[in-house]
């Protein structure tokens, strides 16, 4: 493959995984902002959208697109359950209790997903989703572009929620001030609800796109959780935008190191660029941060 077609096309694959990332994280980020809580299970919460596609495809045979819709509603589902049952009762407490909470689901889920599914890596295939098209010099396979429409959309929907409603005005003014938005009528208790019923909605689809894309196992969610962070903070703690911008900063950074210096690069790279940003703008690169 000529050089310049390689990197057109290492480019356009970082941007497609960039945008991935960028869902998980916007999700990791809108929870910390809200509540303030650090989910370090956020990850998991992404492995069990890409376990929920598999089974719809492989174990159940049908549509992997039909994974898409059940990981989001069984995201939602757990995360507005986690929030108003469990979560709310604690937020309150000592400062490390919702973090220890979130701990053990972090412990828990791998093992209860290596009882359910086995310990093996595991992948979502169908004819359709691997034929390729070329895009002018650029191969994709359908998997990507499908990931591509989803992903765009999903952010979309999100900034405008977050940017443009009354739902999105009491989840800033609870960022910005949680004693005022109550003075003003907010409920605050609800808007974390919601708050962390988006983020997990978010993270399963991202787990769901994850596995139409890429190779996925019970156990990296940790790796998910830590690219996730690794996001947030470069983008601006609890700033969703500047996590969109940070992942798709991180896809490409990891497309362009594996192509032309290798994969054992990816992360010293990654983390590199971390403590440079943090050193000029502790705020994020768009300086937005919590």
């Known amino acids: 493959m000529p050089s310049e077609i390689l990197a057109l096309q290492t480019i356009v694959d970082g941007v497609i995984l960039g945008l991935i990332y960028a869902l998980a994280a916007m ?15 956020h990850g998991d919460f992404i492995i069990l959208g890409s376990f929920l596609t598999y089974t719809v495809a492989s174990i159940i045979g049908l549509d992997p697109l039909l994974g ?3 990981a989001l509603a069984v995201g939602g589902l757990i995360g507005y359950g986690l929030q108003r049952y469990i979560v ?9 209790a919702s973090l220890v909470f979130f701990f053990g689901l972090a412990i828990a889920l791998p093992n209860i997903y290596i009882i359910i599914w086995g310990p093996f890596s595991r992948s979502v295939t169908a ?11 650029v191969s994709l396979s359908f998997a990507k572009i499908v990931a591509v429409v989803i992903a765009v959309a999903a952010i979309v929907l999100t900034l405008t929620i977050y940017y443009r409603t009354k739902l999105g005005l009491a989840m800033r003014a609870t960022i910005q001030n949680r004693q005022a938005a109550l003075v003003f009528g907010v409920n605050i208790y609800s808007v974390y609800s919601v708050a962390l019923a988006i ?10 796109l994850i596995a139409m894309t890429l190779a996925f196992s019970p156990v990296q969610g940790a790796l998910y959780t830590l690219l996730s962070f690794l996001i947030v903070v470069l983008g601006g703690m609890g700033y969703i935008v500047g996590s969109l911008v940070a992942g798709l900063i991180m896809g490409l950074i990891q497309s362009v190191t594996a192509t032309y210096l290798g994969s054992a690069y990816v992360y010293a790279i ?14 994020g690169i768009l300086g937005r941060g919590v």
């Not at 004819?127 to 010099?137: H, I, K, W």
């Not at 983020?199 to 769901?208: E, F, K, R, V």
């Open 27 to 41: 999700g990791l980020s809108l929870a910390f902002g809200v509540m303030h809580i650090i989910n370090v299970a």
């Open 68 to 70: 898409v819709p059940l």
């Open 88 to 96: 709310n009762r604690i937020i309150e407490g000592p400062p490390l």
């Open 127 to 137: 004819p359709y989703l691997s034929a390729t098209y070329n895009l002018g010099p």
């Open 199 to 208: 983020s997990l909605m978010l993270a399963g689809l991202a787990g769901s």
């Open 270 to 283: 990654m983390f590199m660029l971390l403590y440079i940003v943090l050193l000029i703008s502790p705020k």
